[in-house]
């Protein structure tokens, strides 16, 4: 019974060894950061969950091509937001920099993903060889029988 009494005691010394504090390797607290470090991360995480809600809010469509332009443009839209968030906040130029040419990319890719998903949506055959898979850098495109039905390479 001793025996069972002092592993249990050195078991339970062990434990509590282990379980020590860790906190110390934690992310800080909101009340650690300065008030306006507080602003950007709540204005930060309230654009990512606005992303992410509207990524999701028109639901799956049946159609791969609709659903991933219509979760895209929330996706850059979500990215233009967290770079305006960079250019109000951050400090470093070249991250400056960088949220600057994401605005400016996101916004025109915005517009042709727009453009292209209200053609698919008012167009039913939208895998009709009318919308050929691309080729060369952006991948080799349908082999076999499907191959037939596009048009031959410019040089």
Known sequence: ??????LSTLL?????????????HAPLKPAQYSEEYGTFMRQMDSDMDKMMRDMHSP???GDPDVDFLAMMIPHHQGAIDMSRL???????????QLAEDIIAGQRVEIEAMMRRL????????AGSPEFPALGGTRGEGPKGPERQNQEPRKP
């Open 1 to 6: 019974m001793r025996t069972v009494i002092a």
């Open 12 to 24: 339970f010394l062990l434990s509590t060894v282990t379980a020590e504090d860790h906190s110390h």
């Open 59 to 61: 639901g799956y469509s």
């Open 86 to 96: 960079q250019l109000l906040y951050g400090r470093d130029p070249l991250a400056r």
């Open 118 to 125: 209200e053609l698919l949506r008012a167009r039913k055959g």
